[in-house]
């Protein structure tokens, strides 16, 4: 294949031109940039419009009345973009670096760059927020646009043709696959639908040797917008621009081009280094995920059916789908004696490789960054969806004749029969393949012919037009409604009215920062304080310290997903000491959903002053009644040892009792029953004061546990799901507390389950608490004016993460200690001014790299228009020839 021109589009046949005054011709610069836009643009309306018809088919939001919010859709980034909208607008509690309002305080700019910084995002800030919903909509829609607008481009680049035709075909990437099953839901990672042809136009500058520095932007928006996403299409495009390398001629040398690409990504991946730095140091200190397990590569016919659409299947498998007119191109140009063999060959290998890389464990491991993720370990799959669209360009920019493309149809004949039998295949299958595929395939046949008529060319045009959007709208449907079939996906209409109604709520009793407000349960979405509002204790990121979430943990909160998902303090004394003073909590048992209650209580003050040494660990066993003593610094616990009642007898295990495997008789134990009691069980007893508030913890069990108060129920996995603190009863007159656990089989129940609060000596030891003179809370920095005479520690209501740095009355800042988890720093004698600040680890290096990378890319535009400027500079005159430099 012998190179095409750099910009194909633009041949002289095509060139818009007027006469000048001199009677030469020159290019109308305003209708060849309009040219130049029409088949982009025609790319984006198609792929957008093809979406949306399938929205409106179905009845999805927002075009129909199935759900009433992306939230209600279970999109877990509607409450990050409501973050974003609330610091666009300055009403967030905390700024990039720091986020107030959820885990009692967290870092916030590793999740800003991974999940914010699609472009797209910051339409957020143009909506109302109670319509956030629709803005994170936009970011997948505008970025599917945006991607098949830029592949049209690319395709240009590959090889010239008409930008109608390119058009289409990059419907079917916009439209692919991995964007309806993978990527729409996650609005961060549809930058990478358009980092894939950003970067594919970047590398086709290196062949040409031109636009070294827009190239290096280009790599450096790619990485910016979203690194996880970039990383992938980085490494497709180098094995692309090794593809290209091997088939074609590139002007000055192979090498010579893999040096300029090099140079090229290093200085564009360096320009968006912070984004990098930030996240590495981030996910080093957080708490790591449950193992990944990746069970096999899934059956051959399995994979290749997805290839087909709509390609919704059971068995897990790389979603490539690109539609029924790149399909059949795709089939065809092994066939297409116009392409080289050499190129034949070189593109087959290429998407043959990349697909059999995608279920191979090590190379997941590569197309992940050496970490098998958990969910899809198929998220690469976009990368080889733009391959094959443009292997079909290639095959359609050489006009393939009709035996050529009848020996594609039959290959995907052949494919169709093979696959007819796997789950991915459907009626819609059969009919899109059947029938879009007979009207592409005629039109592709008969466009030769009608060539030269006018009419003829508009019909072809046309009829490929309705084929591929509506094959592409038709895909959409289908994945939509077998995706609603799944209970994750179903509308909750009762969230929206509920949310914002809450929201109110918390704003009127917002107390920042002499005390926090929590939300409460996770109720309404996966991060309720960024949704709602207020200072709660949820948080769900990638990012979340692991020292904060076992703090939290350890005092008595509870977490999902091995402490990647925390959430808030359900007893009073975890609250006390996180400044709480108001907390939503579930509805009364019988109440209707979303009734949420409010709870107060008297809170610590979120800075704490402790004179003398601190308490050292408690020296009776380790339990959380004994850690939450430990840092109220107050005995308000009665921590009785459970011991068996009547009915099944437990067996005494290390620390506890394994439950018994026979059902418990229920009425003979005392006890209420409830669903759970048919599971097994045993009745446990304890002795308390009369009247305090009885508690149980066991954060690994599942089951039911009913007390005093009634039942509740128990979702705890070993290491996975930690039970909270919560309240059991009230202790009754004969100070006897009855407790039931009813789980599973042998499920284990520690010793000292149960604990008993006195609420007077909570309370005293609250008050008895100093707190400080003023304290000022701003984005990511606090101000404390101490009492006089303070002295000994500083203990704030802060799980303690790195990044902070304090100074006590202005001298050096040092990183603050902990105690019992939470942040604390020493006080020397008469302090009266407390300061710290947070800055992200990462963020200076990453800074420092981006400086670099800025200054190299600078010197060298600065070098390449200084040689321009030389070019255009006239020789010099010498009068005298005796002074000429060739004399």
Sequence with gaps: MSPTPSAPEEGVRDREVARSPSGATRARPAGRARRRAAAPGLAALLSMGA???????????????????????????????????????????????????????????AD????????????????PRALVDLPVFLVTLLSIGLGAALMTVLLGRLR????????????????????????????????????LPLLGIAADWCLWRVRWVAGTLLVAVAWAGNFYTAAMATLATGLVLAVRLLVEEPRGGRLRVVGRAAGMAAAGIALAAPVLTVTLRASRVAQQPPPAVYEGRPPLLDQLAKLLPPGHGTVPAPNVSVGVAALLLVAAFPFVRAVPVRARVGWTLLAVGMGASFVWRPTILLWHGLALPNGSPYRAAFVLCGVLVMIAWLALAHRPRPRELAAGAGLVAVLLLCCRNRSAVSGATWLMVAGGGAVVLAALAAQDRLRARRRGRAAVTAALTAAVTLTAAGTAVSV??????????????????????????????????????????????????????????????????????????GLGAGWYIRGRHTLSFQDPVGRALMGVSSALVPPAPGAPRGRLRVVRGRPAP???????PLPGPATGPDTVFARQERVLGARVYEVPRLVPGTGPAPQRAPGGWLLPDRPLPGPDTGVPVGPGAA??????????????????????????????GGAARAVGRWDGTANPLRR??????DGVVRVRFAGQHRAFVPERAVGCLDRGRLAAAVRALEGPVRLTVGGHDLTARLRPGAAGTAVLALPAVSGWGCSVDGGPVREPGSFGGLTAVPLGPGATRLSCAYEPPGLAAGLAVSGAGALAVGAVAGTAALRRRRRRLPPPAFPNSAFRPDS
């Design 679 to 708: 599971d097994g069980g045993a009745a446990f007893t304890a002795r308390c004061t009369p009247g305090s508030l009885a508690l149980w913890y066991a954060p690994w069990f599942a089951g039911e546990v009913a007390g005093p």
């Design 112 to 127: 800003f760059v991974t999940y914010l910084m699609n472009p797209f995002s910051l339409l957020v800030g143009v909506f």
């Design 160 to 195: 010239a043709g008409p930008g109608g035709l390119r058009a289409l075909l990059a419907v079917g990437y916009g439209l692919c696959g991995w964007v309806l099953h993978d990527g729409h839901a996650d609005p961060m990672w549809m930058w990478g639908l358009v980092s």
């Design 728 to 733: 059991l009863g009230t202790v009754p007159a």
């Design 606 to 612: 979120l800075l704490t002053v402790r004179r003398g």
């Design 51 to 109: 979406y949306c018809l399938a929205l409106a088919v179905h009845g999805s939001y927002p075009l129909g009345p199935r759900a009433r919010s992306v939230n209600d859709l279970g999109n877990q980034f509607v409450p990050f973009h409501a973050r974003l909208w609330d610091l666009l607008h300055g009403g967030a509690h905390g700024d990039l670096f720091f986020n107030w309002g959820s885990g009692y305080g967290v870092p916030f700019l």
């Design 480 to 553: 939509t409604a077998a995706r609603d079939a799944i209970p994750f996906f179903r509308p909750k209409p009762t969230m929206s009215g509920g949310a914002l109604a809450v929201r109110r709520g918390l704003a009127e009793r917002d107390d920042w920062p002499r005390s926090r407000t929590d939300p409460g349960p996770h109720e309404f979405a996966d991060n309720d304080p960024l949704l709602l509002g207020g200072e709660g204790g949820a948080y769900y990121s990638s990012y979340m310290p692991a020292a904060a979430a076992r703090t939290l943990r």
